[in-house]
């Protein structure tokens, strides 16, 4: 129970007055006493060590140096203001011994000579304490403010370790732009346009079967090490692993508007890359394209996914898909067509032996169309082979052929109606869980624009074909570019056109050789472009014009990246955009001041660009596309008699 105030002891007494227990700890209680009156004991001191000096010793003027030192001492410890305090207490003091005992002072017979003599020396003295005192303030400023920047430092380096931690932690178990955003909160379930690819082994289960562990999860990484720099090189977001399998999503998180050819390019590079490695698989890809639910997904443990029926599409074409080889739906199909080839797929897989011969006689039926020419009954047999093989639409084209030339023929008005309506039923893929049928495509390649002979002559494309050998660049990263704005081939284009034009103008192997290269690589800034610009429809705003025109220093760095130092490869990209009117950037050169190299690349540019598929206009006519350069050079855009250079070139094919 606690005591009332009244029932506390008395406190003990040890000695005369000083309470028991204080007695022994008298040292620590002196210094708390002097630490805590230390500016004023340190200005007594000051003055009776005055008086002392003025009233017992001689020579009182060699001893007024003497103050500098505790004035000093002050000035360091205390501050300026007490430091000057104390400098004007000693003179002072001085002042009023000298003008009352002037003869302690051997400096003259008056007052006046000894009150100047301290005059001076006080002012010294109050100057140099005024002065030690600023630079200790400011010493001490500056430390404070160190060690407050070192905390800081300290707090910042801790929230940065963490920060950093958390980073590795979420780049470890997720994409890194997906990371990045979900730190930065910008990630939300919306409903967008995206591509779905599955991809997965063949035949890999019986060798996880058959094998250590250690040993299937190696290979297994293998295998994932090849397709994951794929996926990243194409804006791809792996979604999740699924054994030995893998879902990616294109156009998401980030928005492209070529997801699409994104996805196809990415699974042909990742059929390439294991072809070339020799892997002991196949891998099936299927990919499909349209709209999909995407954002985190989870409570505790969440993870960016994407939902909806496209996402099932896409797992079913990998599921019915050949080893090897790419399944896409009609909307994907649509999106790359311009820039792949690829062929229907049909319910008939040709296993019997029926159906090879039909193949047989379709192959040696064709061969006696191509030599006699349009036969109403030839084309008839040919649809009847078609059909036969369930290739509805080849069907309808040959019937529709034969009966233009035999439009009574009821036969074939029957045929060319039963292929109509048979159509859907031969063409369309039944999937698991679907109740229509789609149309699946099989991807064979990308279309080679160099050996398209709508845009190159033959003999000319044939002619510089092999030069491409000598571009010492991977495509790979070109190509990914390229795909951001669907002008896949426009650089082999433009390279190669440039090459036969500086052939034809009679350059040196090696300046030939840097506009091909330079050809090649003059676009690779675009990366750094918002790809949302280089896929627009309506004319570019000038804030849009002037991001558009950075590209052109970006290829520059890019090309000095990839290790390409050559002057003249650097100097032919970086002015592809002069004009010979001197309107161009970014130097805005004129004439024969720009480089030869950039007047050749940029005529074959505009030429590649006129003639190619953008995601604002179709592709123009070749004749139509040279005439319009040929207005450019008149109008001083390019340099005329490069422009006739392309004529000859195009013209003669060689």
């Known amino acids: 129970m606690p005591m009332a105030k009244d029932d506390l002891p008395a406190p003990?007494?040890?000695?005369?007055?000083?309470?028991?227990?204080?007695?022994?700890?008298?040292?620590?209680?002196?210094?708390?006493?002097?630490?805590?009156?230390?500016?004023?004991?340190?200005?007594?001191?000051v003055a009776v060590i005055v008086v002392a000096v003025f009233y017992f010793l001689p020579y009182k003027i060699a001893f007024l140096n003497l103050f500098y030192l505790p004035v000093l001492s002050a000035a360091y410890f205390l501050g300026r203001r007490k430091a000057v305090m104390s400098a004007v207490l000693c003179l002072l003091s001085g002042v009023l011994f000298a003008y009352y005992r002037p003869d302690w002072f051997?400096?003259?017979?008056?007052?006046i000579d000894a009150l100047l003599v301290l005059g001076t020396w006080g002012g010294f003295l109050i100057l140099a304490s005024a002065s030690v005192g600023a630079l200790q303030e400011r010493l001490a400023h500056g430390f404070e403010q160190t060690r407050q920047l070192y905390e800081e430092l300290k707090r910042t380096q801790g929230a940065e370790e963490m920060k950093e931690k958390v980073e590795k932690t979420l780049y470890a178990s997720m994409d890194p732009v997906v990371a990045k955003l979900v730190t930065e909160g910008k990630l939300r379930f919306e409903k967008r346009e995206i591509s779905i690819m599955f991809a997965e082994l063949t035949n890999f289960t019986g060798f996880s079967d058959a094998n250590r562990p250690e040993v299937v999860l190696e290979e297994l990484n293998r295998f994932l090490g090849y397709l994951e720099p794929i996926s990243d090189l194409f804006r791809g977001h792996i979604d999740k692993y699924m054994g030995d399998g893998v879902m990616v999503e294109f156009g998401a998180p980030v928005d492209y508007d070529q997801h699409a050819l994104l996805a196809v390019l990415a699974g042909l590079r990742m059929q390439e890359r294991l072809k070339k490695f020799d892997m002991p698989w196949g891998l099936r890809v299927g990919i499909a394209t349209g709209s999909a639910i995407v954002g985190m997904l989870g409570v505790r443990r969440q993870a960016y996914s994407a939902l909806g029926d496209r996402v099932n599409i896409a797992k079913r074409l990998e599921e019915i898909c050949e080893a090897e080889k790419i399944y896409i739906d009609e909307p994907t199909f649509k999106a790359v067509e311009p820039f792949v080839t690829a062929t229907k797929v049909r319910n008939l897989a040709f296993g019997r032996e029926s159906d090879q011969k039909s193949l047989e006689q379709l192959t040696a039926l064709e061969e006696k169309l191509r030599l006699e020419?349009?036969?109403?009954?030839l084309l008839f047999e040919l649809g009847q082979i078609c059909f036969r093989i369930h290739d509805a639409t080849a069907a309808i084209g040959y019937f529709g052929r034969a009966l233009a030339l035999d439009p009574n023929s009821t036969e074939i008005k029957l045929a060319y109606a039963d292929a109509n309506i048979k159509r859907d039923d031969f063409e369309k893929i039944q999937l698991k869980g679907k109740l229509q049928k789609i149309e699946v495509y099989e991807v064979i390649g990308i279309k080679d624009r160099w050996m398209d002979p709508r845009v190159i002559p033959p003999a000319l494309a044939a002619k510089y074909r092999s030069v491409e050998s000598l571009i010492e660049v991977p495509e790979d990263p070109?190509?990914?570019?390229?795909?951001?704005?669907?002008?896949?081939?426009?650089?082999?284009?433009?390279?190669?056109?440039?090459?036969?034009?500086?052939?034809?103008?009679?350059?040196?192997?090696?300046?030939?050789k840097a506009i091909l290269c330079a050809g090649y690589l003059q676009n690779i800034g675009k990366e750094a472009v918002p790809h949302r610009i280089l896929n627009s429809v309506s004319s570019l705003t000038d804030q849009e014009s002037d991001y558009l025109e950075k590209y052109v220093p970006a290829s520059v760095a890019a090309c000095r990246r990839m290790g390409f130092v050559d002057s003249h490869v650097l100097e032919i990209v970086l002015h592809q955009h002069e004009m010979w009117n001197g309107k161009g950037y970014p130097g805005q050169l004129r004439g024969e001041a720009i480089p030869l190299g950039a007047r050749i690349?940029?005529?074959?540019?505009?030429?590649?660009?006129?003639?190619?598929?953008?995601?604002?206009r179709e592709e123009w006519d070749s004749r139509v596309a040279l005439n319009e350069i040929r207005k450019g050079g008149e109008k001083g855009r390019f340099d005329p008699k490069v422009v006739e250079v392309l004529d000859e070139v195009l013209r003669s094919g060689n």
Request: overall charge negative.
């Open 601 to 616: 690349t940029a005529v074959a540019d505009s030429y590649s660009a006129l003639t190619s598929w953008r995601p604002y």
């Open 478 to 512: 070109v190509l990914a570019v390229e795909a951001l704005d669907g002008s896949v081939g426009h650089s082999r284009v433009v390279a190669l056109l440039s090459y036969a034009m500086a052939d034809r103008l009679g350059l040196n192997d090696g300046m030939k």
């Open 106 to 111: 051997s400096v003259g017979d008056t007052r």
């Open 12 to 45: 003990l007494i040890d000695g005369p007055g000083i309470p028991f227990g204080l007695a022994g700890n008298w040292p620590i209680h002196l210094r708390n006493f002097v630490v805590r009156y230390l500016e004023v004991l340190f200005i007594i001191i």
């Open 373 to 377: 020419g349009e036969n109403a009954q």
